[in-house]
């Protein structure tokens, strides 16, 4: 398997999780990410605006495994 298709697969599982419990998490505003619940802060933009509804998180969650990863995480920088 190469690494796009790892990237994309975890995706896709992360997905799976974030929807069979969306109530544990959020969307933000500012910049589309899911975050957990008790997140105040966006870790990606700072941000601290969010939408905890359960059909915008499902939409995301499923949205975002669709599409290749755009944002720069931490581990990238490593």
């Given at each position: 398997?190469?690494?796009?298709?790892?990237?994309?697969?975890d995706?896709?599982?992360?997905?799976e999780k974030?929807?069979?419990?969306?109530?544990?998490?959020?969307?933000?505003?500012g910049?589309?990410?899911i975050v957990?619940?008790r997140?105040?802060?966006?870790p990606?933009?700072h941000?601290y605006?969010?939408?905890d509804?359960?059909?915008?998180?499902v939409?995301q969650?499923?949205?975002?495994?669709k599409?290749?990863q755009?944002?720069?995480?931490?581990?990238d920088?490593?």
């Open positions: 398997m190469n690494e796009s298709s790892e990237h994309s697969s995706r896709v599982r992360q997905a974030i929807t069979m419990s969306p109530q544990e998490y959020k969307v933000c505003e910049c589309g990410s957990t619940e997140t105040v802060a966006c990606s933009c941000a605006l969010f939408d509804s359960v059909d915008r998180v939409a969650a499923q949205l975002l495994a599409r290749d755009n944002a720069v995480l931490s581990s920088l490593t």
